[in-house]
């Protein structure tokens, strides 16, 4: 693994090659920069449209494509599955240590960091070579789209990506209208199994739970992801629980509440599962994954006219 101690040759080279593509970018520069603010408030500006991107987190290769860029995604982290041609761009190490030198090789326009995802100190080593960075971290629907016209502004596919930011936007509010004002299901949403986790009404999970006209037991939590124990979910004794497993169809967490009979969601028969790249990645495919939970929550209401 890269490090400033052990390689410093390779990051005067990669260092010294990019600052070569850096003048040679500044010397062709339009008359208007191309400028957004980012995640973490900062304003970021390119001379030109970013030819070559690098996104370090799933969700940041995600975004990228949805805003029409995919072509000029030229490094990618672990797990950077879908859509299915991510998995074919060069991975430079995983969203929380990334392979620096293989990165500056491959001479990036620009850099998208996720917020709390990736190492500080390596990006700001990355800044420190003149190198862009722009963070990104949706925490509601309208920053899922937001992120998706600012990187199709850096990237220089405005079209695409208004259209698919705008498609998001109508069908979140599209199914906020159908579902939102039904009768509450009390919901336990489960994000994680050891330790036991799960999310508060500002997580964007908890948003999608009320989008749906689902009442979130553990919403009133001080943490956006909270961790609980059985004993706190057998207190609230949700009507409905939810979980996305490890796997697009590893249902196993849920098998673990079976154990107790007694608990409204088991006695009703309302464990469901969700696949987690469709709800846990703040990306265009939240549509599906809200689609998906809100008809689960109606199956709940249904059986409640069954008793």
């Known amino acids: 693994m890269f ?86 761009v060069a991975s430079v190490g995983s969203h929380t240590r990334i392979d620096l030198e293989a990165l500056v090789g491959l001479a990036p326009d620009i850099v998208i960091g996720w917020v709390t995802g990736n190492p500080a100190e390596q990006l700001e080593t990355l800044e420190a070579l003149g190198m862009p960075v722009f963070y990104i971290e949706p925490r509601d629907v309208e920053g899922v789209a937001s992120a998706i016209e600012r990187l199709a502004r850096l990237a220089g596919t405005e079209a695409a990506g208004q259209s698919v930011a705008d498609n998001f936007r109508d069908t979140m509010a599209a ?48 943490r956006r992801v909270p961790r609980i124990d059985d004993e706190a979910v057998l207190a609230a004794n949700p009507e409905a629980i939810v979980a996305g497993g490890m796997g697009e169809e590893n249902r196993h967490w849920l098998t673990h509440w079976e154990q107790y009979a007694n608990l409204t969601a088991v006695s009703e028969d309302n464990l469901f599962f969700v696949p987690p790249s469709l709800i846990q990645r703040p990306t265009p495919r939240l549509m599906e994954g809200t689609q998906i939970l809100c008809e689960k929550l109606d199956i709940a209401r249904q059986k409640r006219g069954r008793r």
């Open 3 to 88: 490090t400033l101690a052990n390689s410093k040759r390779g990051v005067a080279r990669g260092a010294l090659g990019l600052a070569l593509l850096l003048t040679a970018a500044t010397s062709h520069a339009h008359d208007h920069s191309r400028c957004v603010v980012d995640d973490r408030g900062r304003e970021v500006c390119l001379y030109n449209a970013a030819q070559r991107i690098a996104t370090l987190s799933p969700g940041a290769t995600e975004l990228t494509y949805a805003a029409g860029a995919g072509d000029q995604v030229v490094a990618v982290v672990a797990y950077s599955d879908y859509p299915p041609a991510a998995k074919q």
């Open 175 to 222: 199914l906020a209208s159908r579902y939102r004002d039904r009768d509450p299901v009390t919901t336990f949403y489960q994000v994680w199994d050891e330790p036991l986790m799960s999310v508060n009404d500002q997580h964007l999970i908890g948003q999608v739970v009320e989008i749906c006209g689902g009442e979130n037991v553990f919403g009133e939590q001080a």
